[in-house]
Each structure stands twice: as structure tokens, then as C-alpha cells.
């Protein structure tokens, strides 16, 4: 899910002409862009001119060129960037203040923090042109029906939009929200964030409160916001539900559609790329291949053909120049399609197969169900011990079990780190009301990935 209407310039008048290329061309566009960012680099980043410097830059095929890990760059942060004034523990500093959200570092950049899916944490910088992109993407990327609605309101300025989030951190969508109700200056107020980490029933009497057209959140909380809707106690009409962070499933889609009686709207981002893919209006995902390259690869990184699965995929950056990504492991299962989109669009559709942890509910204090949001449960975690690398599956009605693996995220006492994931969990469902849940703590635990390759962290027991 975005949020910068705001691209209407000269690089969305650009995108449109793009838009009508041919396959051939779009190729063509993509590998230009390709060798450029490869160039600079190699020039600018340390650790790419260690990586490339016996590499033919201008005529290495990108499958030939070594794959990046998140652990990996973010233990050579520094060498890492292209820009020699920008330190990472200064940037920890930056974005340990709250009241930094919404700001840019160093007056320049954008930054942003992933939420550690994969089992670790990264920070991420945009520049202006990558920004650029992102919001000219955002401004001309969407099904022919959506354009057309928004064409006459670009900046949304009719709308009451409602962002339902983690908001306490430098996380892409909130960032990207805040400021977007910063450019909007006089404007702001039909924006609003509501926190995911309070209790269901405060967000279901803020958005009661605000009554928004548009609902901006992720799958699972879309969810049980659909519950609430059939309970009676959220009595909002939006037009549209805005989705992304997790997987959209199908069945999710048609149950938040019919309690809502809106349009879903699904879209494909992460911290490295924010609009790697749109949904067209026959509802495929289509790759903004002009401005990222995405390759589907086998578990050796070997690339597997249109049509099937892939074990992880493989990103490339082709707008963030302060940040080379290129070929960096995201972590996301997709498969391109074999067909052109009946849609028109040449851009390659894919499958995704993301971030799908399982929405838990327990035993409130009154003894009824608590929907317990995985998202929210997962940020609290992290933001309570620095901790990311962690499972916790529900065994039964009212009790979880809390693994983590042979090596803790923290140096110390595994037993420690342990007692400190069981406080969190604690105090977050305090404040759901659920305090009488039973942990079962299993230390130094085997914990199984998904399909996709991202670690599932909250799921029921099957």
C-alpha cells in the first residue's frame, strides 16, 4: 500500500509513454538503466567496487553478477552506500526519534526501516529521484478504472483517507503517508493513522469517528475490520480498501469485499523497491519492469521458467542511486506469467507468494475471542527487545509457543533474550484485554521458513 499522489511531473508524463512500449523496448529501457546504476555503483559504493572490480561493467549479463544479502550489506552498511556522509550509527540515532517520522535525514533523504520478515532487520534510503519514481509509479500505475476515478482528484483532496499501520516507526507506509500529509499542507486534515497496536475496539471507534473513504491497511487486519463490520460495531461505508505488506489471498479479497461493499485494491512494494507491481482491472499483478528488475530463481539462484514457482526472487534498484540494490535476495515466491495480461498492458505479470503470517485470536478477559493482528504482534516485539528473530505458534485456544533459534539476535543470554520476547508479548496483549494466556518457551529451536523464503512468525499449529 502507498500513499504519495503526488508524482503528476515530468517523470509520470514519462511513464505514460512508457506504458505503450512493447516488450522489446521495455527490455531495452530497463537494461539502459541497468548499466547505469551498475556504473555508478561501482564508482560511488566501496563495497560494489570490491564486488565488480573484475567485472566487465558493460558487458556482464546481470545473472552473471554475485547476489546480495540483507545480513551481508547490513554489516558493511557504510561501505555499502554511496554517499560518504551518511554513517549508520548516526542514522540509528535518526531514526530512533520519533518525532524524525515524516522528516528527512541529512534534509535529503528518505529512510526507511524493514520490519525484519525475513529474520532480520535493515535500514533503507531513498533519494529524490528513486522518491521521484515511486510516486510517479504510485500516480500513473493502476488499473484503467482507478485512474480514471482519481484523474479529476488526484491529490486526493475529496477524500478521507486512513492509514491503519504500524505508525511508531520509520516503516515504508507510514513514512510515505506522513509525508504525504506534509506536502498537503492546508489540506492534511482527511488524513489520518491509527495505530495497529492499540486494541481493535479503539481503531473500530477512530475510524467510526473520522468515517473515511479510503482504508489503507494490511490484508489481515482488512480482515478482521470485515469482522467488525459484520458484528455491527464499525459502521464506516469506505469506497475503497487499500492493501499490501502481506499476501492477499483470494479468499481474504472476496471476504473484505462483501462486508464492505468496497473495491480492494492490492499492490506489490517493499522497503527495497516501494512499487515493485499494480493490479490491472482483470486483477494481475503487473511488474513496473521499466524501473525494477525482478528475476525468479531457484534455491542456487538459478532462474526458473514463467510459470512456476520460484524459491526467492531477486531484486534490482533501477531509480535508488545513494543505496545500490542489485540482485539483492528478497525473500518473496514468485511465478511470471507465460501469457500476455488481457488488460493491454505489456509490463510481465507475476504470482507472489509474500509475507503470510496467520491471524491468531485468544481469550479476552470477558472470555470472548481477541483478534490478535500478526503484524501488530510482531512490531511490538521488536520495538519492546531488538529482537527479530523469533516464531511464535499458537497450540491451542490460549496458548502460545515462543522459539527461537540456535543463535539469538543479541549477544547475551539466550534464556534472557527469551524472557524479554515473553514480556513483550505480555504487555502487548494487556493491552488487548487478554491476559490469561498460557507460553511455552522453546529454546535453541528448529524454525521452518515458508515457501516464499521469508520466516513465518505467527502461526497456528495445523
Known sequence: MSFNPFGIGLQALSLFGS????????????????????????QHSPFCHLKYQHIDLDTVALIDLPVMHKAELMGQFNEWICDPDIALDALKVFISNPANVGSLYLGK???????????????????????????????????????L?????????????????????????NISFELAKSMRGYFASPFTSISILDPIKKVVEELNAFSPTIIATYPTAAVVLADAILEGSLTVSPKEIWTGGETLTPA?????????????????????????AWECDAGHMHVNADWV?????????????????????????????????????????????????ACGSNLPCIDVLGRADDLIKVPSDEGTPVSILPLALTTAIEEATGI????????NANTLIIRLPPRSCLDGNAADDMNRCVDAIKSFLKTQGATHVRFIKELNSQMKF???GKLKRILTQH
Open 109 to 147: 533523504y528518505v529512510v526507511w526501516e524493514s520490519s525484519g520478515s525475513s529474520g532480520a532487520s535493515a535500514i533503507f534510503i531513498q533519494d529524490e529521484e528513486a522518491m521521484d519514481v515511486y510516486d510517479a509509479l504510485e500516480s500513473v500505475r493502476q488499473s484503467k478504472s482507478e485512474f
Open 293 to 341: 528488475i525482478l528475476e525468479a530463481v531457484d534455491k542456487n539462484y538459478q532462474p526458473v521458467p514463467a510459470g512456476q514457482m520460484s524459491h526467492t526472487c531477486l531484486l534490482t534498484n533501477l531509480a535508488n542511486r545513494v543505496q545500490p540494490i542489485i540482485r539483492y535476495d528478497l525473500g518473496d515466491s514468485i511465478c511470471f506469467h507465460e501469457t500476455r495480461c
Open 450 to 452: 515458508e515457501k516464499s
Open 19 to 42: 506504458a505503450l512500449l512493447d516488450p522489446k523496448q521495455i527490455q531495452g529501457l530497463q537494461e539502459h538503466r541497468f548499466r547505469q546504476i551498475l556504473t555508478h555503483a561501482y
Open 388 to 395: 527479530f528473530d523469533f516464531q511464535i505458534m499458537q497450540k
Open 252 to 276: 481474504m479479497r472476496k471476504y473484505v469485499q462483501d462486508r464492505f461493499k468496497a473495491k480492494v485494491r492490492c499492490s506489490y512494494g517493499s522497503s527495497e523497491f516501494f512499487e515493485i
Open 149 to 173: 476515478q482519481h484523474a479529476l482528484d488526484p491529490l486526493l483532496l475529496t477524500e478521507r483517507v486512513a492509514l491503519v499501520a504500524a505508525i511508531n516507526g520509520h516503516f515504508a507506509s
